[in-house]
């Protein structure tokens, strides 16, 4: 079993960034992609990044690329996201988890373990 809790959440303005992690229990983080979704109110679950178990593969949805980045620390079992350049269009309650395979996945249904979510909303 694997539990995972996300923190880092806020009010930021457009413009701003925040980080956000993802702290894991259980001995097998390190085995496990990770991935970063986000739900706007009345919207479905929406892929924001993926990382693969080493750290070196990574994949971002569209309306994120070049503005996050995924990353994760095993030795803490850890995975982070940087968020740069927040606009309006980025709030959402965000939501970490873990797929059982090390290789990274943009598909919600792929990934076994999810946290509770935290909330981030950007001002214009």
């Known amino acids: 079993q694997v539990q995972l809790v996300e923190s880092g959440g806020g009010l930021v303005q457009a413009g701003g960034s925040l980080r956000l992690s993802c702290a894991a229990s259980g001995r097998t983080f390190s085995s496990f992609a990770m991935g970063w979704f986000r739900q706007a109110p009345g919207k479905e679950r929406d892929f924001v990044a993926t990382?693969?178990?080493?750290?070196?593969?990574?994949y971002y949805g569209d309306s994120v690329k070049g503005r996050f980045t995924i990353s994760r620390d095993n030795a803490k079992n850890t995975v982070y996201l940087q968020m740069n350049s927040l606009k309006p269009e980025d709030t959402a309650v965000y939501y970490c988890a873990a797929r059982t395979s090390g290789a990274p996945a943009r598909v919600r249904d792929q990934y076994a373990y999810w946290g509770q979510g935290t909330q981030v909303t950007v001002s214009s």
């Open positions: 990382i693969g178990w080493y750290g070196t593969t990574t």
